[in-house]
């Protein structure tokens, strides 16, 4: 092309110069060059020099004789130019040998405006090429209904010649086609041709971009991975398959087909949510699955929306059928414990041979909610976390898929955050294909009022991933781009979108009309043959598969089928482990029990402390510079060291560097973690003088220990808890944490914490032991940075209220074991320390809430010291109180319970007031589930004392609804229990100082007025 625009350039200056004269000029001993030089520089395949083109007439005779020799004598440029100016001769010039005619009457006389003509011609080639490469798309035939266009701009673009007429904005005319034309090196069209005639260039541009196949990949910024693309996708007969590649796609489309069918023959009127329309959605994974097995690739893990699901389960997974159909009987009884799933919300985990391989490969697929999309960035923080654990530091051994519907994948913000974690270190997966199964409708929404974009898929555009369009009627179509994706993903390591054009034979489930609300669409789909039909008839005529051959291969798999269902009559109870995604085999028995009901003190030894503390307080490297802010902290960390003190920040290293010196990976992820929110932690130290230079103490402690992660996050809670949740599925072996910037902030992955974290273990038999993080605090900050709601954890706990527990053995184990999660908010950071360190030592996995401070981070009396964290030391659920009114219970007037930061208050006006005698102050640090036998100790022992909770959130919020029955029922209703805090509102917190403060001593005055509650019915 460069050539063209040159010569170009050299015409029109000469033309300006004087016409012909660089035509007419004397014959220089440059230009006359002998034979064997001419053909020697023609064949090098170097551009011509046009400087020479300018010098000399003779060098155009030399070239012309070349060519007339052989069309390879000459540069691919002149060969086009010689075709061009024979083509548009009368047949007698054209005939003669002599170039004097041809050149000197055609070429001499008007070579200017010629050549000038040729190469805006070549340019105008070029463009159209590009149009189709970029735009080609539009019109390719997607829709296997025929009635609708894939995307919604459903004009035509025209710089695409979709009718001769279009040839003319390109300065081209219908009498042009059958002139030959240079190809550019950005195009594979041409085969082992650099020339082509425009007819056939046109041909196969359509053939490439405007078939069953539409590419958009031109807006990707990186020339080489273009390249790649129109490789695979222009390249003449590329779509090619041998006969046993056909075979297996029509056995598994069989399989596929058969298995909808045989659930709609027997369970007619069950929901299922099959996968009729989109068949072809089996064979595509499957042979996603070989080629990244080929490549590889030892572990897939998978998240898929509700259709398809028990298709995807039995085919793909490998499911026993039996297991699967005996999930349609209403008899069958639950084995575990929990609440369980429907069918349709399952997953699965399993290891076997690939066939086409011969090679072992994992394969899961994960339990998800009905919240679709919700299981995307889960699937992604599992299959980091198997990466990193194999040290897979590439994605060469561990990969995901993950499935999509069009109305969820353009409507639901998470696949947004998702995509944006790909980049990202400290969350990239390596590269995901993502499968959308394009129904073309959402539930009974038509795409037209569900998205803006003219694609579900254009999200994908904002991380550079190629989008491939395919028409899921042509099988074989849908197989070609399944393999270029998985080629994709193994070479370049980056996300890749799959959309199978489709439809939903039946409505959103199986007993839903939508003939309602799309008449015409149902209308055509009624009439539409099946795509097993369509391909078996296909190979049929090729000779292929024989009739027979095909219904004995049908018949095969409907025999399977009925032998499955009658083996699944069989079945009684339903084991929900046996559809566990994430199994820990080496952590729990065979039977997935815990392997003791017991927990270790979480103590240190005191060289451990020191150690931990020394390392806390300096900088491991050396030459390096840090911040004087930063420095003055790590002095203020060793003094506290020398004193045997810890703040918030050194109760959680010593935590973290316990927990990596025993094996343990840490990995702390969030909005501004390294630093932290408030600027208390400073896990990762930044050289000021060297650029990105950054040192990580925590990773200096102890020669051989267990790698720590410490990383900030995108702006994101949605996706990043998703992940972080995910990435806790893969090992019990790890503490994952994940820190909400203010704890009121969690509120936006609240789908995360309603449908996975809460009740995960009840409807999928999955443990879990995730760490949130969550600031919490009433600091006049105003509505939106005080409360992390701790209402809404307290409401999901599951602990009876009205029934105080019975236990043998160890209480507290025993009780943690039967909830669903563990909300803490400690006030030392020694408990800090100790419920961390509990979280690993247990011999189960729980999720844990930590409502944690903001001012507490650098209160002097929020301190802790080595003692409490010794050896044989362990979490305290409650802190009793340890002043005079536990010197003599009896005497004591009023015991006050609270939790977290107001106990520092109450402790202050306690003082003040001098009321350490009458009135006791108990500190619940485990508020769920509640310490009933710690708390009744505690009433028993002030017996004759008021019964007061005292919260500093308001009375709707907080606490106060989660705490009083149960105190009611530690008492037996036997004793009121009063409350003390702000007023009931609809905002978590007020914005003005004043009234915080106000607020504050009201309620204060209440707490140590020893007759406020005297003669009231409480």
């Known amino acids: 092309m460069s050539q063209f625009r040159a010569l170009a350039g050299i015409l029109r200056r000469s033309g300006r110069a004087g016409g012909n004269q660089w035509l007419q000029g004397g014959a220089g001993s440059s230009a006359r060059r002998n034979w064997a030089d001419l053909r020697r520089g023609c064949s090098s395949g170097a551009a011509p020099d046009v400087s020479a083109v300018a010098n000399s007439s003779n060098y155009v005779e030399e070239m012309y004789y070349a060519w007339l020799e052989d069309h390879h004598n000459v540069h691919e440029s002149w060969d086009a130019f010689f075709r061009n100016i024979q083509a548009s001769s009368p047949s007698g010039e054209a005939c003669e040998r002599r170039p004097s005619a041809l050149l000197q009457g055609r070429v001499l006389s008007h070579s200017p405006d010629m050549a000038q003509k040729v190469v805006e011609d070549h340019l105008a080639v070029h463009t159209l090429i590009r149009a189709y490469q970029i735009r080609g798309h539009h019109v390719a035939k997607l829709d296997p209904l025929g009635i609708l266009e894939a995307d919604l701009d459903s004009f035509v673009p025209s710089d695409l010649i979709t009718t001769i007429d279009n040839l003319g904005s390109y300065g081209l005319d219908e009498s042009d086609l059958d002139r030959s034309f240079q190809l550019p090196s950005t195009t594979f069209i041409g085969g082992g041709n650099t020339t082509l005639p425009l007819r056939e260039i046109i041909h196969r541009l359509k053939t490439s971009y405007c078939g069953h196949i539409g590419v958009e990949f031109m807006f990707i910024n990186n020339v080489d991975q273009c390249q790649w693309i129109r490789q695979k996708i222009e390249t003449p007969g590329i779509l090619q398959f041998t006969n046993s590649e056909k075979r297996t796609l029509l056995a598994r489309l069989i399989r596929s087909t058969r298995f909808e069918d045989f659930l709609a023959r027997k369970w007619s009127s069950e929901k299922r949510f099959g996968l009729e329309g989109c068949e072809v959605l089996i064979p595509a994974l499957k042979s996603i699955i070989d080629i990244s097995s080929a490549a590889g690739i030892e572990s897939v893990i998978m998240g898929m929306p509700h259709r398809g699901r028990l298709n995807v389960l039995a085919n793909v997974i490998r499911k026993e059928l039996d297991q699967i159909f005996c999930q349609f009987d209403p008899k069958l009884e639950a084995a575990d414990e929990g609440s369980g799933d429907v069918k349709y919300h399952l997953g699965m985990y399993h290891e076997r041979i690939n066939r086409e391989t011969d090679k072992n490969i994992t394969l899961s697929l994960m339990a998800n909610p009905s919240h679709l999309e919700a299981v995307d960035p889960v699937v992604q923080g599992k299959a980091k976390a198997e990466q990193f654990y194999r040290g897979d530091t590439r994605g060469k051994k561990v990969m995901s898929i993950l499935m999509h519907g069009d109305a969820a994948f353009a409507g639901q913000g998470v696949v947004y955050e998702t995509f944006h974690l790909s980049e990202l270190p400290s969350y990239t997966t390596h590269g995901t294909i993502h499968v959308v199964v394009n129904n073309q409708i959402g539930f009974t929404t038509d795409p037209r009022v569900a998205r803006s974009s003219p694609y579900p898929t254009d999200v994908a555009r904002v991380v550079n991933a190629p989008i491939f369009h395919v028409n899921a009627d042509d099988p074989e179509a849908v197989m070609y781009v399944c393999r270029v994706a998985a080629e994709w993903r193994s070479t370049f390591n980056k996300d890749v979108v799959i959309d199978l054009v489709c439809y939903r034979r039946f409505g959103h489930n199986e007993m839903d009309e939508p003939m309602f609300t799309q008449p015409l669409m149902y209308k055509q789909i009624r009439r539409q043959e099946h795509v097993l039909k369509k391909y078996s008839d296909k190979l049929i005529t090729e ?194 944490l994940w820190e909400a910037q203010f704890g009121d902030f969690h509120n936006t992955a609240q789908c995360i914490i309603d449908q996975f974290i809460s009740p995960g273990q009840a409807k999928w038999v999955r443990n879990n032991g995730i760490v949130l993080l969550l600031p919490h605090g009433m600091e006049g900050m105003g509505p939106e940075h005080s409360s992390a709601r701790p209402e809404r954890f307290l409401q999901m706990s599951k602990d009876d209220p009205d029934h105080f527990p019975e236990f043998s053995g160890d209480f507290e184990v025993q009780q943690l074991y039967d909830c669903n999660w563990i909300v803490v908010n400690c006030s030392t950071p020694a408990n800090y320390c100790h419920v961390l360190r509990r979280q690993i030592l247990l011999p189960f996995r729980k999720p844990l809430i930590i409502f944690t401070p903001k001012s507490l981070l650098r209160h002097p009396d929020a301190r802790s010291s080595f003692d409490d964290l010794a050896t044989g030391t362990k979490f305290k659920r409650l802190i009793p109180d340890q002043g005079p009114a536990s010197q003599s219970p009896a005497e004591v007037k009023r015991v006050i319970f609270c939790t977290g930061k107001v106990y520092y208050e109450l402790a202050k006006e306690r003082k003040l007031q001098k009321l350490e005698s009458d009135i006791a102050i108990i500190r619940l640090e485990q508020i769920s589930p509640f310490p009933f036998d710690l708390v009744r100790a505690e009433a028993e022992k002030y017996a004759n004392a008021e019964l007061v909770w005292c919260q500093e959130e308001h009375k709707n919020m907080g606490y106060y609804d989660y705490v009083r029955p149960r105190f009611l029922t530690v008492v037996a209703n036997k004793r009121p229990i009063c409350y003390v805090g702000r007023d009931p509102a609809a905002a978590p917190a007020t914005g003005n100082k004043s009234t915080h403060l106000n607020e504050l001593k009201r309620f204060m005055d209440t707490a140590f007025n020893l007759s406020a509650f005297k003669g009231k019915d409480l």
Not at 571 to 576: M, N, P, V
Not at 650 to 674: C, N, T
């Open 543 to 736: 000779g292929v598969v024989t009739l027979q051959e095909f219904e004995e291969e049908v018949a095969k798999y409907d025999k399977i089928c009925e032998e499955a269902y009658t083996s699944s009559k069989d079945e009684k109870i339903l084991h929900i482990r046996h559809w566990l995604d994430s199994p820990w085999p080496d952590f729990f028995t065979a039977e997935g029990e815990p392997k003791s009901m017991a927990c270790v003190p979480t103590g240190l030894d005191e060289e451990v402390l020191q150690h931990i503390g020394q390392t806390a307080s300096s900088v491991p490297l050396e030459d390096f510079k840090i911040h004087p802010g930063v420095s003055r902290i790590l002095r203020g960390r060793a003094d506290l060291v020398k004193n045997r003190q810890m703040d918030w920040a050194l109760g959680e290293y010593m935590a973290f560097g316990s927990l990596l010196k025993d094996g343990i990976h840490v990995r702390l992820s969030g909005q501004d973690v390294e630093r932290g929110t408030f600027s208390h932690r400073h896990h990762v130290l930044h050289d000021q003088e060297v650029d990105k230079r950054t040192c990580v103490p925590m990773s200096h402690l102890w020669p051989d220990q267990a790698p720590y992660t410490v990383c900030n996050s995108s702006l994101s809670e949605y996706g990043v808890l998703g992940f972080e949740l995910g990435f806790a599925m893969a090992s019990p072996n790890a503490l994952i």
